[in-house]
């Protein structure tokens, strides 16, 4: 069916008979009709999020009780405290320190001037 046969066949359907206070009214009823038909977004299932914040929640427990079992956060602490002066130099070398990223036939290599 080309445009031509449509058109024509349109045009042979009788329009219905209807008042002129129904062709008044006519487009905003069917704005409301319109409005009443849009399906209402209903939000997804809560359980994917869930099931994260329960697993995030378990390894988090899990963490604390390994942390307390095997008394790590002690063992870090005095293993700084120990290791504390060593730790301050290395930290001053990296602060004063120049790190140079230089570019040579073989790739890049990352070169720390020491000062003298």
Known sequence: MNDSELESRLRSVPVPERSEEYWND????????????????????????????????????????????FHVLPKTSAAITRHEQHLRAQMGQIEFGMQLLIFNPHGMTNVVNEPN
């Open 26 to 69: 006519f487009p905003v009823q069917l704005r409301l009709k319109s409005y009443r038909r849009h399906p209402q977004l209903e939000p997804d299932s809560p359980w994917p999020p869930r099931y994260a914040w329960v697993g995030g929640l378990a390894l988090a427990l899990v963490l604390v009780f390994v942390s307390i079992q």
